[in-house]
Antibody, heavy 121, light 113 residues
Framework: QVQLQESGPGLVKPSETLSLTCTVS?????????WGWIRQPPGKGLEWIGS???????YYNPSLKSRVTISVDTSKNEFSVRLSSVTATDTAMYYC??????????????WGQGTMVTVSS | DIVMTQSPDSLAVSLGERATINCKSS????????????LAWYQHKPGQPPKLLIS???TRESGVPDRFSGSGSGTDFTLSISSLQAEDVAVYYC?????????FGQGTKLEIK
């Protein structure tokens, strides 16, 4: 059974960099699938941040592209997101996800429990 | 970006009755080469991550009760719950994965009347 678990600071100061890691269990990232990040600000909808395949080139939401980096560490079977120059509008629940079927444009079939990140001084 | 618009924003239905949620995309999400609609539905309960219910507009995921069904094509889609159960109270989202960035509807909150 594939499981995803997010980890990282729950509080980040404005202008600093948000960094989260997703640890995958029950499946080897290097075996395939795209892996990604989605966020949900309080009381708002879901926003796709980006996805990456194994150690290939990531895909990013253009709205965040200038500030976001997604990477994979196959040796640790985890992937990460970094979002720079954060502001209060980056406060959100952050979910790591698996993209189904091994293609970048597919639904998100497995989700982590999510981790709440608050941007505040 | 493809804009996904759901209606209604909230819905109250009696137990055992039918619930219908609509989703409209700003452009077609039907792929003629794949002969598929790139449209998914998710169920989001408080304190839990969203759960994929339906992909390709009408294909139920494994383990999803058959009271959930998806229909539609092109730009207009519907999620139906044939006989509402108490455990179906949630926010439901549609999502297009036809083109990047993948985008979600604003969500429909389903409650018991």
């Amino acid at each position: 059974q594939v499981q995803l678990q997010e980890s990282g600071p729950g509080l980040v100061k404005p202008s600093e960099t948000l960094s989260l890691t997703c640890t995958v269990s029950g499946y080897s990232i290097s075996s395939g699938y795209y892996w990604g990040w989605i966020r949900q600000p309080p009381g708002k909808g879901l926003e796709w941040i980006g996805s990456i395949y194994n150690s290939g080139s990531p895909y990013y939401n253009p709205s965040l592209k200038s500030r976001v980096t997604i990477s994979v560490d196959t040796s640790k079977n985890e992937f990460s997101v970094r979002l720079s120059s954060v502001t209060a509008t980056d406060t959100a629940m952050y979910y790591c996800v698996r993209v189904a079927h091994g293609y970048q444009l597919c639904p998100f079939d497995i989700w982590g429990q999510g981790t709440m990140v608050t941007v505040s001084s | 970006d493809i804009v996904m618009t759901q209606s209604p924003d909230s819905l109250a239905v009696s137990l055992g009755e039918r619930a219908t949620i609509n989703c409209k995309s700003s452009q077609s999400v039907f792929s003629t080469s794949r002969n598929k609609n790139f449209l998914a539905w998710y169920q989001h309960k408080p304190g839990q991550p969203p759960k994929l219910l339906i992909s390709w507009a009408s294909t139920r995921e494994s383990g999803v009760p058959d009271r959930f069904s998806g229909s539609g094509s092109g730009t207009d889609f519907t999620l139906s719950i044939s006989s509402l159960q108490a455990e179906d109270v949630a926010v439901y989202y549609c999502q297009q994965y036809y083109s990047s960035p993948q985008t979600f509807g604003q969500g429909t909150k389903l409650e018991i009347k």
